[in-house]
């Protein structure tokens, strides 16, 4: 029976009140059993899901407090919501999964050829020499998993810094757009940017941000080819009576179905892996991109109808002090 519960469990448990038995609340066999186990002189320490909506799991320490000089005790039971720790933990592990899955496809890849060409390929120049061009493919295609591995990495070490330089994202824009342009003939797309002549200071770091904006437009060149066209739009105005930049990048490619658009920043989310990977991706790039936005509490906001393209735009709170 209930006796005493402190003002966390009765925020967290409100239907158990002092007075109450507490199996009939909280209803779960293996709880009831360390508590019996308990009161009968070996505390334990239980963990188990909650049934119904909230799910939470929930990791279970039951001690037993004697009064001295008293024969019957009392059990102090300590409930511990773990499931946000469950959660990250099985994410990480998922990570992992699928980090090494990635890796070991092209690697996989490369020992065939290698035997190949100790083996069958030896004598002939000319299949000798295509294998090596896929090899390289595959070879460069681990190098950019591993290069983004390392700056989600490098992100995540840095999340809870926010940059202290302030910058004009103009320019960055403007270096961006004239690094990709061999990409954008390459397939067959203008870009049209739209940039205002004056700067616009932001709080950010110029390396990250330059990071953000060639994911953006590299996806939209990549994804959206068949539009012919990229549309570059920067924007000032006032979001809850601060002064604000939006940033949007839009292709005409073929959309994205609205499905996806939630998970687009998740890990290795793609919505076509063989498209993705004959394009080079890694399905990292907009998880980087949401770090780093994340760090300069930027907003990332995407709106796709399939058919006639994707905008993903980027909202960043504007200095209008001068520096
Ligand atoms: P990837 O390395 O696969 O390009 P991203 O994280 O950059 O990884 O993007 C994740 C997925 O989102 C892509 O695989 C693609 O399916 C989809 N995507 C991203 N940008 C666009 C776009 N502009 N148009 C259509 N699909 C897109």
Same mark, same amino acid.
């Given at each position: 029976?209930?006796?005493?519960?402190?003002?966390?469990?009765?925020?967290?448990?409100?239907?158990?009140?002092?007075?109450?038995?507490?199996?009939?609340?909280?209803?779960?066999?293996?709880?009831?059993?360390?508590?019996?186990?308990?009161?009968?002189?070996?505390?334990?320490?239980?963990?188990?899901?909650?049934?119904?909506?909230?799910?939470?799991?929930?990791?279970?320490?039951?001690?037993?407090?004697?009064?001295?000089?008293?024969?019957?005790?009392?059990?102090?039971?300590?409930?511990?919501?773990?499931?946000?720790?469950?959660?990250?933990?099985?994410?990480?592990?998922?990570?992992?999964?699928?980090?090494?899955?990635?890796?070991?496809?092209?690697?996989?890849?490369?020992?065939?050829?290698?035997?190949?060409?100790?083996?069958?390929?030896?004598?002939? &120049?000319? =299949?000798? #020499? *295509?294998?090596?061009? !896929?090899?390289?493919?595959?070879? $460069?295609?681990?190098? /950019?998993?591993?290069? +983004?591995?390392?700056?989600?990495?490098?992100?995540?070490?840095?999340?809870?810094?926010?940059?202290?330089?302030?910058?004009?994202?103009?320019?960055?824009?403007?270096?961006?757009?004239?690094?990709?342009? &061999?990409? =954008?003939? #390459? *397939?067959?797309?203008? !870009?049209?940017?739209?940039?205002? $002549?004056?700067?616009? /200071?932001?709080?950010? +770091?110029?390396?990250?941000?330059?990071?953000?904006?060639?994911?953006?437009?590299?996806?939209?060149?990549?994804?959206?080819?068949?539009?012919?066209?990229?549309?570059?739009?920067?924007?000032?105005?006032?979001?809850?009576?601060?002064?604000?930049?939006?940033?949007?990048?839009?292709?005409?490619?073929?959309?994205?179905?609205?499905?996806?658009?939630?998970?687009?920043?998740?890990?290795?989310?793609?919505?076509?892996?063989?498209?993705?990977?004959?394009?080079?991706?890694?399905?990292?790039?907009?998880?980087?991109?949401?770090?780093?936005?994340?760090?300069?509490?930027?907003?990332?906001?995407?709106?796709?109808?399939?058919?006639?393209?994707?905008?993903?735009?980027?909202?960043?709170?504007?200095?209008?002090?001068?520096?």
């Amino acid at each position: 029976v209930v006796r005493f519960a402190n003002e966390a469990a009765v925020q967290q448990f409100p239907d158990t009140r002092p007075g109450d038995l507490l199996t009939l609340t909280f209803r779960s066999p293996q709880l009831s059993d360390a508590l019996r186990e308990a009161a009968d002189g070996t505390p334990g320490l239980v963990q188990y899901r909650e049934r119904g909506d909230s799910a939470r799991i929930l990791k279970v320490e039951i001690d037993t407090v004697r009064r001295p000089g008293h024969k019957s005790g009392f059990l102090l039971v300590t409930l511990f919501d773990v499931s946000e720790q469950m959660a990250l933990a099985k994410m990480r592990a998922d990570f992992v999964a699928n980090a090494s899955h990635e890796l070991r496809t092209p690697l996989t890849s490369l020992t065939g050829f290698v035997e190949t060409l100790l083996g069958p390929a030896r004598d002939d &120049p000319e =299949a000798s #020499e *295509n294998f090596l061009k !896929i090899m390289l493919g595959q070879a $460069e295609r681990m190098r /950019r998993l591993i290069d +983004d591995l390392l700056s989600l990495s490098r992100l995540e070490m840095r999340a809870h810094h926010q940059p202290t330089d302030i910058i004009d994202i103009v320019p960055v824009l403007r270096l961006v757009c004239e690094a990709l342009a &061999p990409v =954008a003939r #390459e *397939n067959g797309i203008v !870009i049209n940017a739209d940039l205002p $002549e004056q700067p616009l /200071r932001v709080p950010g +770091d110029a390396d990250e941000l330059t990071q953000v904006f060639e994911n953006l437009i590299e996806n939209g060149l990549k994804y959206g080819k068949s539009g012919g066209k990229l549309d570059i739009d920067v924007h000032r105005r006032t979001a809850a009576g601060l002064p604000v930049v939006a940033i949007a990048v839009r292709d005409y490619g073929p959309g994205i179905a609205e499905e996806h658009l939630p998970r687009l920043t998740e890990r290795f989310y793609r919505v076509n892996v063989a498209s993705s990977r004959e394009k080079g991706g890694t399905g990292l790039g907009l998880a980087i991109v949401k770090h780093i936005l994340n760090r300069h509490r930027a907003e990332m906001k995407i709106t796709s109808k399939l058919g006639v393209g994707s905008t993903f735009s980027v909202i960043f709170d504007e200095l209008v002090t001068a520096i």
